[in-house]
């Protein structure tokens, strides 16, 4: 008896092993292999170091794993030409592609400074995109690109009261980039130290240690915080750190 529970056990567990490997193997096959995929692997001309025809084509597809792939070399790279920029905004420009993917189009517009009229517009509507990413991307390549603080300060300081606190905790700092441009909202950073989120408060040490003496006339008001009983010791935390680097500059 015990003999013919020991056969069917490992029967079964034959069974077992063999359809795994079954199953594992039928899942492969849907899986594209690389050696299949040579225009996205390889995105830029060895000689060149320009983006392929191919890529572009892909791109222009509507493929977003080409445009990925092209997104994430233009990371490590050169600044890029007119053509690549253009491709970037109309990745970034095209409603139908995954907001995580627009994000990491404007991230990388940001990061190389590019400032294209389109790009700037796309970067002022998706502040109010419903995706966080979106939203939080843009407020960094704002920031990157520093300009028209009269037209991006005001919605920037919208995004202090953002639901997510990525992006406020962007917005912040994009807006200490423009430095003593945005002077006139040291008070309204200052407040956002009471924010719940440690990565918010920490953004406005960041943004204010920007501003330079400007940020001195935040002084009176962060000692008036460290006194209200009102904040926890976290908040008091990042206030204290706040002060010492105003005080550095």
Known sequence: MNEKLIIIGIIILINIVVGYFYLRERHRQKLPEKSQRPDVMKPFDEETSRITGQLKSAIQGDDPYAASKFIESLHSMKEPNEEETKEL?????????????RADAATTLGAHDVSEKTAFQLHLKNLDHSAWELRAASAYALGELHENVEIVLPKLLEKLKDSDFHVRSEAIEAIGKYEGQAKQAIALLVFSLK?????????VGEALS???????????????LLLDSQNNEKVKQSILRT???????
């Open 210 to 224: 920007h501003m330079g003496e400007d940020a001195k006339t935040a002084i009176p008001y962060l000692e008036a």
């Open 243 to 249: 002060l010492e680097r105003i005080r550095k500059e």
């Open 89 to 101: 905004i109309k990745i970034l420009e095209n409603e139908n592609n995954d907001p995580r993917l």
């Open 195 to 203: 924010d719940d989120e440690e990565i918010v408060r920490n953004s």
